[in-house]
């Protein structure tokens, strides 16, 4: 109802009452409050001027509808109201004398506290009209409200705990009048239904706009955050893409074991370029839309994406196993075992991430959950994903160790044996100490040669172990919170509340949300990949090959040119 007509035919029942009221004589216009709606408040006898209380309940009757429909929801703002409206509409008789009887109107602060208490909740559920006029004047009395010393305060009933919002009381298919920013409409949303464009981020009409997480964490830290770890990215796709074509151009590099490296750096390339696809709108690739989050099904672009970071993620892994085997038969068994086994493993190290890609696509299950790239849904990120990498990275692990344990065995023995040769020089040594010199002189030949495919091994395995626990340990927090209803509406309590901002309600969703910190840092750490690809790999040797190679190619384009003078003579 408008307040507007309300008041306009209020006043004019009122005014023929009083009318009435003044001509009975010795009336002192005060009676019992015998109504129903304001019982809780009222407990004083009223002055109504003669008027009948039925008549006042019934103008009263909208307070009755507020009650119903946000009794619940915000109890300090109904509270409020009844406070302001019964003081308002009901004063109280005080002391009374032969001529004039003494009348407490309400107060002035009561009407401002429901201004302060019920804005946010009648602006989102379009009420603003119901917002009192704190100068009004009462057609019983004539006079306005009244400041807080001569004044009818009633009590409030509901306690400061209870304060705020609770969403938990609105109705299924209630529709926000406004969302307030950063929230946005949902389009699907209708008044009375429980149509969403994504239940999983909108309620009660708004949606997040996408990508949700950008309101998880305090404003910017997201937008920010992953443009460092892109650009870090960048630069290590950059990088390795160096690496691989001098490996793929250079000459006596497309053998054992420098086809390894090849393989490795294209692998790490592939893994790398993937932030191509984010460059400049990250949205474009995380997005669906305003609200919906990319998958494969609405955004192919994210699945195309999704389908080469898993590839190259999982033949990353098996390259760098396959150069960690290699080091080990090398320098602990002394044995080229891949030299001719090269078929296997690239059937072996590209067809199983192949066949992972393959099957995340046939799920349909690349989507963009978190972070900033696409990647394996949730529900199958631990089968598709993080077991078959642990399964490959854990035993590679353990054999990196081992082949470090020989190498420091067979050094710290060598030297040892040397200086117990140097004291004893008996006989029966001699044939032992020359065997171990010999697999001394071995190991650390291989170790001078492979330090690089060492060191590389070391890092790129340190790096998968740090992604790999710290997907493992938090994934699990972030899909707690698509579940967790209470928290989603304490949060949403927090963010409709205009006295807060974003950063001022990240706390209430932290505990579901992986530290940022630690997602960035994991985050920078495979985008690092490259870089050190890079700088272990970009020797000296490399550039002066490179060069002889220009040098080569244009000697080779003046001889044809010789030559072809050369026939044509
Ligand atoms: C509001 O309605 C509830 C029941 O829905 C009732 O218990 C409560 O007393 C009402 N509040 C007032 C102030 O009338
Ligand atoms: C409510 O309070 C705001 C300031 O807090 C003021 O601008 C507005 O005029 C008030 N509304 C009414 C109806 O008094
Ligand atoms: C209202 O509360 C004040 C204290 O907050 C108390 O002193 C007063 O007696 C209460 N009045 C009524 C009518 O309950
Ligand atoms: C929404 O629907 C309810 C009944 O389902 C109705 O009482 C209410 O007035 C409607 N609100 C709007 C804004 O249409
Ligand atoms: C969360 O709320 C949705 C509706 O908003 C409901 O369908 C779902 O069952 C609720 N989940 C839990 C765990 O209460
Ligand atoms: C919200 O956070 C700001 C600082 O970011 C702080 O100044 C303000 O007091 C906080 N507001 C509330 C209601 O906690």
């Not at 009757?61 to 009650?67: I, V």
């Not at 008789?93 to 302060?116: F, I, R």
């Not at 004044?151 to 609770?166: E, F, P, R, W």
């Not at 994991?522 to 272990?536: C, K, N, P, Q, S």
Request: glycine share 4%.
């Amino acid at each position: 109802m408008n307040t507007l007509s309300f008041t306009t035919t209020f006043l004019l029942f009122l005014w023929t009452l009083m009318v009435h009221a003044q001509q009975a004589p010795g009336n002192t216009g005060c009676t019992e409050y015998t109504g129903s709606i304001c019982s809780k408040y009222v407990d004083y006898s009223v002055y109504t001027a003669g008027m009948d209380i039925n008549m006042i309940e019934q103008q009263l009757s909208n307070l009755q509808t507020l009650n119903a429909t946000l009794g619940e929801i915000d109890p300090t703002c109904v509270d409020n109201y009844f406070r302001y409206a019964c003081s308002f509409y009901y004063p109280k008789c005080g002391e009374s004398t032969a001529e004039q009887q003494e009348v407490w109107m309400g107060c002035t602060t009561s009407c401002l506290e429901v201004n302060e208490t019920c804005s946010n909740i009648f602006t989102l559920t379009g009420q603003m009209s119901l917002i009192p006029d704190c100068n009004a004047k009462s057609p019983i009395t004539d006079s306005t409200l009244q400041p807080d010393q001569s004044c009818n305060y009633l009590n409030s009933t509901v306690t400061k705990d209870q304060a705020g919002l609770h969403l938990a009381a609105v109705p299924p298919g209630f529709v926000l009048a406004e969302c307030p920013s950063p929230f946005i409409r949902d389009p699907k949303a209708k008044n009375g239904t429980t149509d969403t464009e994504n239940a999983a981020f909108c309620r009660f009409g708004c949606c997040m706009p996408c990508p949700a997480q950008d309101l998880f964490f305090n404003e910017g830290w997201t937008k920010h955050g992953f443009l460092a770890t892109n650009v870090v990215r960048f630069v290590s796709a950059v990088a390795s893409f160096v690496i691989l074509v001098s490996y793929l151009v250079l000459p006596d590099k497309r053998r054992h074991p420098s086809l390894l490296i090849l393989n490795f750096a294209l692998a790490i390339f592939l893994f790398s370029m993937v932030v191509f696809f984010s460059i400049g709108d990250t949205k474009r690739l995380q997005c669906s839309g305003d609200i919906n989050p990319a998958d494969m099904d609405n955004n192919a672009l994210c699945g195309a994406q999704g389908a080469i970071l898993i590839f190259s993620s999982l033949a990353t892994v098996l390259w760098c196993a396959a150069l960690i085997i290699n080091l080990h038969m090398h320098t602990v068994w002394n044995s080229s075992f891949f030299a001719n086994k090269y078929i296997f493993l690239h059937v072996f190290c590209w067809g199983v991430p192949a066949a992972f890609m393959a099957a995340a696509l046939g799920l349909h299950a690349v989507k963009f959950e978190f972070a900033n790239l696409c990647l394996v849904s949730i529900d199958y990120i631990f089968d598709l994903f993080f077991y078959p990498m642990a399964a490959i990275i854990a035993p590679a692990f353990l054999l990196h160790i081992l082949t470090f344990f020989y190498i420091a065995r067979v050094a710290m023995k060598e030297s040892a044996q040397s200086e117990a040769s140097q004291s004893h020089s008996a006989n029966s040594f001699a044939s032992r100490n020359q065997l171990a010199a010999r697999k001394h002189k071995h190991v650390i030949q291989a170790v001078k040669i492979q330090w690089r495919a060492l060191l590389l091994a070391i890092v790129a395995l340190v790096t998968v172990l740090f992604y790999w626990i710290f997907y493992f340990t938090q994934v699990n927090r972030l899909s707690t919170l698509e579940t967790d209803n209470e928290t989603i509406l304490t949060w949403l309590e927090c963010m409709l509340d205009p006295d807060n901002t974003q950063d001022n309600c990240t706390h209430v969703v932290s505990n579901h949300l992986p530290p940022f910190g630690l997602m960035i840092t994991a985050e920078t750490l495979v985008g690092l990949v490259g870089l050190w690809l890079f700088l272990i790999f970009g020797k000296r040797s490399i550039w002066r090959e490179w060069n002889d190679w220009i040098y080569d190619m244009r000697v080779r384009g003046r001889m044809d040119k010789n030559g072809e003078q050369f026939f044509a003579l």
